[in-house]
């Protein structure tokens, strides 16, 4: 795939006004927990009638939230039609989610080595100012995070484009397609409270430092905000299971911090 013609990084994010896009978001989330706690094991095929039942959404933000979960390498599609749990190991998602901060590391190290073009920057800018709009009120609804989600999805393309490799590209969308590995894989039991806001907040923080570090080209700087900013993903894996205070859980002894 050619970078310029990802139709995300080409023009402005769309909005997220709409009750159906924050409903697809808060299924993903829902769906996310379940497969970390063990309420969707390995291999258990998915029935979208009960989880309507269950989530208390309709059906076509459950196909939308399906369809994303696939991309992000939880579910794979059946030959019959239908969506079945992907079955993955701790160590699968510990090396998921360090691949992914190794590989957006070396994009922005080579981005600032490099040079990125002041158009690309000035999309950048106005993404993240967006973001932080986005990060205004002091707890999030449902239509706040989904907002917060679309624009953290489209800074990581900037990203992806900045580096202005093929190469690289595909490497990293290979690498979202890995449990628990996509930028936009959060986990968060809690949306709503302000915890779960202040960590969207210390995310925002490291997506302007890399950005500057890019800018300056400081190649070494903004490698290791990037592969530090990977690991939020694993704190959000904690602070759900923290939350849940739920016991055997499959992510536990990977994501629980090293004495």
Same mark, same amino acid.
């Given at each position: 795939?050619?970078?310029?013609?990802?139709?995300?990084?080409?023009?402005?994010?769309?909005?997220?006004?709409?009750?159906?896009?924050?409903?697809?978001?808060?299924?993903?989330?829902?769906?996310?927990?379940?497969?970390?706690?063990?309420?969707?094991?390995?291999?258990?095929?998915?029935?979208?009638?009960?989880?309507?039942?269950?989530?208390?959404?309709?059906?076509?933000?459950?196909?939308?939230?399906?369809?994303?979960?696939?991309?992000?390498?939880?579910?794979?599609?059946?030959?019959?039609?239908?969506?079945?749990?992907?079955?993955?190991?701790?160590?699968?998602?510990?090396?998921?989610?360090?691949?992914?901060?190794?590989?957006?590391?070396?994009?922005?190290r080579l981005a600032?080595?490099?040079?990125?073009?002041?158009?690309?920057?000035?999309?950048?800018?106005?993404?993240?100012?967006?973001?932080?709009?986005?990060?205004?009120?002091?707890?999030?609804?449902?239509?706040?995070?989904?907002?917060?989600?679309?624009?953290?999805?489209?800074?990581?393309?900037?990203?992806?484009?900045?580096?202005?490799?093929?190469?690289?590209?595909?490497?990293?969308?290979?690498?979202?397609?890995?449990?628990?590995? #996509?930028? #936009?894989?959060?986990?968060?039991?809690?949306?709503?409270?302000?915890?779960?806001?202040?960590?969207?907040?210390?995310?925002?923080?490291?997506?302007?430092?890399?950005l500057d570090a890019?800018e300056r080209r400081?190649?070494?700087?903004?490698?290791?905000?990037?592969?530090?900013?990977?690991?939020?993903?694993?704190?959000?894996?904690?602070?759900?299971?923290?939350?849940?205070?739920?016991?055997?859980?499959?992510?536990?002894?990977?994501?629980?911090?090293?004495?």
């Amino acid at each position: 795939m050619n970078l310029n013609d990802d139709p995300l990084t080409a023009s402005g994010p769309s909005p997220v006004a709409d009750a159906g896009a924050s409903q697809a978001v808060k299924a993903q989330l829902r769906l996310r927990e379940m497969i970390l706690a063990g309420e969707l094991p390995g291999g258990a095929r998915i029935a979208e009638l009960t989880l309507v039942e269950k989530l208390g959404v309709s059906r076509t933000p459950i196909r939308a939230a399906l369809m994303r979960l696939e991309q992000e390498g939880l579910l794979h599609r059946l030959p019959g039609g239908g969506y079945a749990v992907r079955t993955f190991s701790e160590t699968d998602v510990a090396d998921a989610i360090e691949l992914r901060g190794t590989m957006e590391g070396l994009a922005a190290r080579l981005a600032a080595e490099r040079g990125v073009e002041a158009a690309v920057l000035a999309q950048a800018h106005a993404c993240l100012d967006d973001i932080d709009a986005a990060l205004v009120p002091r707890t999030l609804d449902d239509e706040g995070f989904a907002r917060y989600v679309e624009l953290n999805a489209r800074f990581h393309l900037l990203l992806r484009r900045m580096v202005g490799s093929d190469v690289i590209a595909r490497e990293l969308d290979r690498v979202k397609g890995l449990p628990f590995a #996509s930028p #936009s894989a959060f986990v968060v039991v809690q949306t709503h409270s302000h915890a779960a806001r202040d960590m969207l907040v210390v995310a925002q923080d490291q997506h302007r430092q890399a950005l500057d570090a890019i800018e300056r080209r400081e190649g070494a700087r903004a490698e290791a905000i990037m592969r530090e900013h990977s690991r939020i993903t694993r704190r959000n894996l904690l602070a759900a299971v923290q939350a849940a205070q739920v016991q055997g859980l499959p992510g536990v002894g990977l994501i629980r911090e090293r004495g």
